[in-house]
């Protein structure tokens, strides 16, 4: 019997076993019943990282690597408005339907589409309806 590869912690964060990050259960606009723009995401991160949310002060702003390993088209979760994403339902459904990744080039930052499994250039700014959802810990390689 194989080990499950995402595993709830019961603290509000997930585990994934292949890559060894550790991801919060809900993302930013669950956790705050707000969108942010990216430096907000950051102050987010930020506020976490203090209060040692699940046990941990490392918080941050995926890579776009790192968003990519939980995107998967056999998974299937519901967003904030019952539109379809793809990662696993172990993260509690509700959630924005994209999040802000650490990639930046001046005024933009790359946002990830957990709909289509593209990244799109954002206004780093922009009050659209974004949100982030934290990474820690370093990716396993193959």
């Not at 509000?12 to 991801?23: E, K, R, S």
């Not at 019943?33 to 490392?58: C, I, P, Q, T």
């Not at 918080?59 to 379809?84: A, C, H, L, S």
């Not at 946002?111 to 982030?132: C, E, H, Q, T």
Request: hydrophobic letters at 30%; glycine letters at 8%.
């Amino acid at each position: 019997m194989s080990e499950e590869r995402f595993i709830d912690n019961d603290n509000g964060t997930v585990t994934d076993n292949q890559t060894g990050l550790t991801w919060l259960k809900q993302d930013s606009r669950q956790m705050t019943s707000k969108w942010m723009h990216l430096e907000k995401a950051e102050r987010f991160a930020k506020e976490k990282n203090e209060e040692k949310f699940g046990g941990f002060d490392d918080w941050r702003i995926p890579k776009m690597e790192d968003v990519k390993t939980i995107f998967d088209k056999n998974y299937n979760n519901m967003d904030f408005g019952r539109n379809q994403i793809f990662i696993p339902k172990v993260f509690e459904s509700g959630g924005a339907d994209c999040t802000w990744t650490d990639t930046i080039n001046g005024e933009r930052a790359m946002m990830f589409s957990l709909v289509k499994g593209r990244s799109s250039w954002i206004n780093r700014l922009g009050d659209g309806p974004f949100a982030v959802r934290l990474v820690r810990g370093t990716r396993k390689t193959e």
